[in-house]
């Protein structure tokens, strides 16, 4: 079960943040191409360095903790999920905290923050 932890790892980063897209409405998963726009050149960018750094033999990973698909360039099936996982994960998180904050109800102004007050 060792070869799974990788994946159990990012299961469990999208198992926690998945619910705030319906608990808290932050709707990512439904403006599916803006997450995309926003995820892309981050994949991008990592997927070339880490596929330039395994062929310079500078990268490498550990086979007992990763299923054994490797994608075109030596590139573990897990290394080019995390680029997708974590991202929206992170996604998830702040719009999640960004709606919770615009729904929530502004403390009322003090007295002093007033400028009708004479």
Aim: aromatic share 12%; with cysteine; glycine share 6%.
């Amino acid at each position: 079960m060792r070869h799974l932890s990788y994946l159990g790892l990012l299961a469990g980063c999208l198992a926690l943040t998945l619910p705030l897209d319906f608990a808290l409405k932050a709707r990512v998963f439904s403006r599916l191409w803006t997450l995309l726009l926003a995820i892309a050149p981050g994949f991008a960018l990592f997927v070339v360095w880490d596929l330039y750094a395994i062929s310079r033999r500078q990268w490498s990973y550990d086979p007992r903790w990763m299923t054994g698909v490797v994608l075109p360039g030596s590139l573990p099936l897990e290394e080019a999920l995390f680029f997708v996982v974590i991202p929206i994960a992170a996604v998830l998180t702040y719009e999640g905290i960004r709606c919770r904050r615009s729904r929530t109800p502004s403390a009322p102004p003090r007295l002093s923050d007033r400028s009708d007050t004479r």
